[in-house]
Nanobody, 116 residues
Framework: QVQLVESGGGLVQPGGSLNVSCVASGIIFSIYTMGWYRQAPGKQRELVATITSGGSANYADSVKGRFTISRDNTKNTVYLQMNSLKPEDTAVYYC??????????WGQGTQVTVSS
């Protein structure tokens, strides 16, 4: 059974930082491209960042320079370090595992709220 479990979301003030993580089980984690996506109320889900099995990272323009995606294959975990948070970063953040030879998996999401 495949599971992606996100954690670390919460309420943070503008300008603050938060680190969310996603632990995967039931997949060969090291061969998957891992990604973080987010969905704000009334909006479509959008890409935040991805990291390939080889460690290459890609970011949405809106988060470049503020967010950092990383992975630890020994812990089957992908992280998203979010700095200089803005109210517009408020959303449910979802973890995604993708690999061309296998199906795509999603986590259940973790809420991030940026507000004073």
């Amino acid at each position: 059974q495949v599971q992606l479990v996100e954690s670390g979301g919460g309420l943070v003030q503008p300008g603050g930082s938060l680190n969310v993580s996603c632990v995967a089980s039931g997949i060969i984690f090291s061969i998957y491209t891992m990604g973080w996506y987010r969905q704000a109320p009334g909006k479509q889900r959008e890409l935040v960042a991805t990291i390939t099995s080889g460690g290459s990272a890609n970011y949405a323009d809106s988060v470049k320079g503020r967010f950092t995606i990383s992975r630890d294959n020994t812990k089957n975990t992908v992280y998203l370090q979010m700095n200089s948070l803005k109210p517009e970063d408020t959303a449910v953040y979802y973890c995604k595992a993708a690999q061309p030879l296998f199906r795509t998996y999603w986590g259940q999401g973790t809420q991030v709220t940026v507000s004073s």
